[in-house]
């Protein structure tokens, strides 16, 4: 038999060559326009319709094709004989006698499993098998490392050698019985063979050449950057040289004519983008410039994807749409964020983020009613930051107060948990089955079935349950809920979902597989030196020289390789820019090395790079002259309620009342994650009304067994917030130094008459506004103190100090002690804030205080009269109420002159 082989330049005319040296080969074996009996592999399937283009085109009329696929689809057949072992099953393999060995820490076996899969599978690929037993693979590494007698080396080898060839005596890996089935199609050849192959050198390509050449006629069609022509390719193969030991850049470039590099820059443009933003707006800019010049076939290689994900939506808002050939990883999808939402509440025992994240998913409960659903998840919301339950659905579920809608998805989420079962262990198969009938429980499979992600991701589960169920009854291949949870988010951040709906002239890809295919244009984007760098080496063995030792390629041909891919790229494509970041977070992000090297050339006479363009501002329509918001409310919804928080509201800002009560968007509280100074305040309030139940007065108790009661009370309050943060101890310790002071202070009010009479009493007061009108007056008083002889002083706890009380007291906006005073009528001695932190306790009294709650009554009546007659509310507050304001922005004030 015979081997023809032919180089050609992988440029534009790489396919029409190609297509005429098959009809030659054709010609010469069978029949010229019959290759029906040949078999034509291909390094890419997208490479078989301009092949059949041009074979048709240059036949000049039918064309019998010959039987064409990539090497995976041609012994897909005899492969499917071999039952090899599929790689989550091999995996597990590894991790289990790993894990028996008891050789590695238990959260480093996923990663050395990964590790020596990739080294096993590379080895298999190249023919290169390690040494026959354990001290022949350590002298190896020690030769290459230049050590000996070392103990992690020793380690290593031991390792490598007792998993490889534990993973030889079951069924072969995947890689492996690729090989075995490709010497099955070679002899199974009828015909003559036509091999593409993407690179000059065959690789382990070379082996099944050898074994077809001597059957069959074979025809080797390999591409050499060394045949392109014209002023791009003489200058690239100055800029990347084939050879590793080539001259310096300046003695390559020195006799290169101003006109070579000013006919590359009219093909080629390099772009250079201050922010990630810019980056992703110059690459939809110059996609759309290239469509609106008429080019139909543009390749977006998306080194940086997530400065491609942005460019991609720019095109879509234009209505753009991409095709993207590579995928997405699932882990980026809907579906797969729903699933790790739920797994994160299952974890976390429903912490309460985590948990309101998922009901709020969109892809669950599709046989609930939407708005009943979503009052729910607002009710449980609210409830969380009042109960300040940070997590746990049982606790939720037995709170009191808890809404029907409510109740209804947290008995869901407790029937799901149950089937679950994350307290116990299992094998991966059975986690899987598990995992999908909670989902079930949640509703969540109809909406996966709608969704093109969701069905793929389903497709993955069933997969994998199909391939692990065996080693279920293994011990060696049970875990627990967290080790289980590592394995599943590894499997969802190496799986790809593919949108294969979308057909466009615009396809996103990457290098690799732009290799020999031709484009009206391409734009690499993301050619910095993070993003555009040979694949990383593996994590062990990653030494140069164990490379060379074991027979495997090292990181200088993967250097080459990308300087072809990227020669190629450009060759192939009329048009073509390289864009990257250049600035990320005021440092400078420098371009990748090929890059520079390119720049560099270019810019012999002139800066080369493109700076992006400003994009135009969007039209809007003209309008007058900015003024503060100064909105009426409608009487219909003015507020019938008033506190003392929403009457310092009005009084502070009309605007901030009407946002507020109004229009209703209050923010909810924040359920805090530690304990803060308001909560601290709220903590101080409780103690102090259950001592005083319990101790009205102190005079007949010694001061041995008050600081006793209030330690054990103060002890018992902070217990769970301490539970839930060890932090909070820091104020259960702040407070604890002031409870001496405090007994002092109140057997100081005692010793003047004041006795403690009740705490946290609700007051109600419906108020007449006159013309039929009224408003009800609520407020809760810390604490009541009366004299015996009818008159009552109102305190109010402040976890502050006593200086900046008694400033607040003489503010006349400040209206909290003034507005109790009127709840509470006539006999009001005393209203005063209670310091409770600080160097010194005591009060902070306000002057006069009936004379102040009875001015305060005729504002009161006099504002909501006014709001019932139409007044305006305008944006008034000063720079102090500003400040903290969750309004701010949407009142204006700021953009007034």
């Not at 410039?289 to 940086?304: P, V």
């Not at 939402?341 to 976390?348: D, F, G, H, I």
């Amino acid at each position: 038999m015979s081997l023809v082989s032919h180089s050609l330049a992988p440029d534009r005319s790489f396919l029409p060559a190609a297509a005429r040296h098959i009809l030659d080969f054709a010609g010469q074996a069978t029949q010229a326009c019959d290759l029906s009996h040949a078999s034509l592999l291909l390094p890419n399937l997208k490479l078989a319709a301009p092949l059949n283009a041009a074979l048709f085109e240059l036949a000049g009329g039918a064309v019998l094709l010959p039987r064409s696929n990539t090497l995976s689809g041609m012994v897909a057949p005899w492969l499917a004989s071999l039952e090899a072992m599929p790689d989550a099953r091999r995996q597990l393999m590894l991790h289990a006698l790993l894990r028996s060995r008891e050789w590695l820490d238990e959260g480093m076996l996923w990663d050395v499993v990964a590790e020596l899969t990739q080294l096993f599978d590379t080895l298999t690929e190249h023919a290169a098998p390690l040494p026959d037993d354990e001290a022949g693979l350590l002298a190896c590494l020690e030769e290459a490392f230049e050590l000996r007698n070392s103990q992690a080396l020793n380690f290593e080898a031991k390792l490598v050698n007792a998993l490889w060839r534990a993973e030889a005596q079951g069924k072969p890996s995947r890689v492996a019985a690729r090989l075995l089935a490709a010497a099955q199609w070679l002899a199974a050849l009828d015909g003559p063979l036509i091999i593409m192959l993407e690179s000059h050198q065959a690789g382990p390509l070379q082996a099944l050449i050898d074994q077809a050449a001597q059957r069959v006629p074979v025809l080797l069609l390999r591409p050499d950057r060394a045949l392109a022509e014209g002023a791009l390719a003489q200058l690239l193969a100055r800029v990347w040289p084939a050879a590793e030991d080539a001259p310096a850049l300046r003695e390559r470039m020195h006799d290169v004519a101003p006109a070579l590099i000013g006919d590359t820059r009219e093909r080629l443009s390099l772009l250079a983008a201050d922010s990630l933003e810019t980056l992703g707006e110059a690459v939809a800019d110059q996609v759309l410039d290239w469509l609106e010049a008429g080019k139909r076939s543009i390749a977006l290689i998306a080194c940086d994807r997530l400065a491609a994900r942005r460019a991609r939506a720019l095109l879509e808002r234009e209505g753009v749409l991409v095709q993207d050939e590579t995928g997405w990883k699932m882990v980026t999808t809907r579906v797969a964020a729903v699933v790790d939402a739920w797994l994160e509440v299952l974890a976390s025992d429903a912490w309460h983020r985590a948990l309101i994240d998922l009901l709020r998913a969109p892809l669950l409960f599709a046989d609930l009613d939407a708005l009943s659903r979503a009052r729910g998840v607002d009710a449980l919301d609210r409830l969380i930051r009042q109960t300040h339950i940070p997590n746990g659905l049982d606790r939720l579920r037995a709170a009191e107060n808890l809404a029907p809608e409510s109740a209804l998805l947290l008995d869901r989420l407790i029937a799901a948990r149950a089937l679950i079962k994350p307290e116990q262990s299992a094998g991966i198969a059975e986690w899987l089955r598990r995992l999908k009938s909670s989902l079930e429980l949640l509703g969540a499979l109809p909406h996966f079935q709608q969704d093109q992600a969701g069905r793929q991701w389903l497709e993955w589960l069933e997969t994998r349950i199909a391939e692990l169920a065996e080693q279920d009854g293994s011990r060696d291949s049970r875990f627990r809920f967290a080790a289980w949870r590592t394995w599943f988010n590894r499997q969802m951040d190496a799986q790809l979902y593919r949108d294969e709906s979308i057909d466009s002239p615009v396809i996103m890809t990457h290098l690799a597989a732009t290799r020999l295919r031709h484009f009206d244009a391409a734009i690499l984007i993301g050619a910095d030196s993070e993003h555009l760098a040979p694949p990383g080496a593996p994590g062990w063995l990653t030494h140069a020289g164990v490379r060379r030792a074991l027979g495997l390629p090292g990181l200088a041909s993967e250097r080459l390789q990308l300087r072809e891919d990227l020669a190629g790229l450009l060759l192939a494509s009329d048009a073509a820019c390289i864009a990257w970041q250049s600035q990320r977070r005021d440092e400078a992000l420098m371009p990748a090395a090929e890059v520079a090297l390119l720049e560099t050339a270019l810019s012999r006479d002139g800066d080369c790079l493109i700076r992006p363009r400003a994009r135009p501002c969007p039209a809007s329509p003209q309008l007058g002259a900015t003024t503060p918001a100064a909105p009426a409310a409608p009487p219909e919804r003015i507020p019938q309620r008033l506190s003392a928080s929403g009457l310092k509201a009005l009084v502070d800002c009309p605007y901030r009342y009407f946002a507020r009560y109004v229009l209703r968007l209050g923010e909810l509280e924040e359920l805090s994650e530690g304990m803060e100074k308001k909560d601290f305040g709220e903590q101080l309030h409780l103690i102090l009304h259950r001592f005083h139940s319990q101790f009205p007065r102190l005079e007949a108790e010694s001061d041995e067994v008050l600081l006793a009661a209030l330690e054990a009370i103060t002890e018992e309050a902070f217990a769970q917030a301490i539970e839930r943060n060890f932090q909070d101890h820091a104020w259960r310790l702040r407070w604890r130094a002031q409870l001496a002071d405090y007994l002092a202070w109140q057997r100081q009010r005692e010793a003047g008459g004041w006795f403690w009479q009740g705490g946290e009493v609700n007051i109600e007061l419906e108020h007449e506004l006159g013309g039929g009108r009224s408003l009800h007056l609520f407020g809760r008083l810390d604490r009541v103190d009366a004299d015996g002889k009818g008159l009552h002083a109102l305190l109010d706890y402040k976890s502050r100090g006593l200086k900046a009380l008694r400033e607040q007291v003489k503010d006349p906006d400040d209206v909290q002690l003034a507005f109790y005073t009127v709840l509470q009528g006539r006999h009001v001695a005393e209203a005063a804030y209670v310091a409770l932190d600080g160097e010194a306790l005591g009060t902070a009294p306000l002057a006069e205080p009936e004379e102040r709650a009875a001015a305060l009554l005729d504002c009161i009546t006099d504002s909501f009269n006014a709001l019932h007659d139409g007044a305006a509310m305008p944006a008034q507050g000063t720079a102090l109420a500003c400040a903290y304001c969750e309004m701010r922005g949407l009142c204006r004030k700021e953009w007034v002159s």
